[in-house]
T-cell receptor
Framework: KNQVEQSPQSLIILEGKNCTLQ??????????LRWYKQDTGRGPVSLTI?????NTKSNGRYTATLDADTKQSSLHITASQLSDSASYIC???????????????FGRGTQLTVWP | NAGVTQTPKFRVLKTGQSMTLLCAQD?????MYWYRQDPGMGLRLIHY???????AKGEVPDGYNVSRLKKQNFLLGLESAAPSQTSVYFC?????????????FGPGTRLTVL
């Protein structure tokens, strides 16, 4: 069964600290993995996209890693800021041969709260 | 460039009432999508459209209808609302349906069905 599991479900850290969010998936055939940031009351916004051959990708203070062998990804946030408080959603894309578009599998998200 | 916009932002319905959610995008994207987001669950695809005049069912289409009469607009209709349809609804669009294409999301519509 194609699934995307994220951990932890929620996380509280102090401003300036680092944190790492985890994503494990069983989606096949794997195409790519995106991390989205969803601020409260807003729609998700893409942070990074990683394909099978990519191990690491950075976007400012956000660094995503991918291990396609173990089907795990992580999102590391460095020097957290109050504005990092949001839900972070892991989305895995699969090639859907039965339709005209790729199939997306969404994780439930990790709710990150940064305290001053 | 407003991106993806949704109206209304909030709505409360009584069971059995009908309503239409409007999504508009100004990026000239071919593909548009409707998702619902429930507490503790990932986004689930309701319906999608691969171009003007086309629609297709997603993962959870029952109880919803859609129309794409204009390329920039994608409407989601609830003919007879049920409490199980209480959710946050997100519209998204993408340039194509390819797996590498980023979907751009609207701000969401919070719907409560009493």
């Amino acid at each position: 069964k194609n699934q995307v599991e994220q951990s932890p479900q929620s996380l509280i850290i102090l401003e300036g600290k680092n944190c790492t969010l985890q994503c494990n998936y069983t989606v096949s055939p794997f195409s790519n993995l995106r991390w989205y940031k969803q601020d409260t009351g807003r729609g998700p916004v893409s942070l990074t996209i990683m394909t099978f051959s990519e191990n690491t990708k950075s976007n400012g203070r956000y660094t995503a890693t991918l291990d396609a062998d173990t089907k795990q990804s992580s999102l590391h946030i460095t020097a957290s800021q109050l504005s990092d408080s949001a839900s972070y959603i892991c989305v895995v894309s699969a090639v859907d041969r039965g339709s005209t578009l790729g199939r997306l599998y969404f994780g439930r998200g990790t709710q990150l709260t940064v305290w001053p | 460039n407003a991106g993806v916009t949704q109206t209304p932002k909030f709505r409360v319905l009584k069971t059995g009432q009908s309503m239409t959610l409007l999504c508009a995008q100004d990026m000239n994207h071919e593909y548009m999508y409707w998702y619902r987001q429930d507490p503790g669950m990932g986004l689930r695809l309701i319906h999608y459209s691969v171009g003007e005049g086309t629609t297709a069912k997603g993962e959870v289409p029952d109880g919803y209808n859609v129309s794409r009469l204009k390329k920039q607009n994608f409407l989601l209709g609830l003919e007879s609302a049920a409490p199980s349809q209480t959710s946050v609804y997100f519209c998204a669009s993408s340039e194509t349906g390819g797996v590498y294409n980023e979907q751009f999301f609207g701000p969401g519509t919070r719907l409560t069905v009493l």
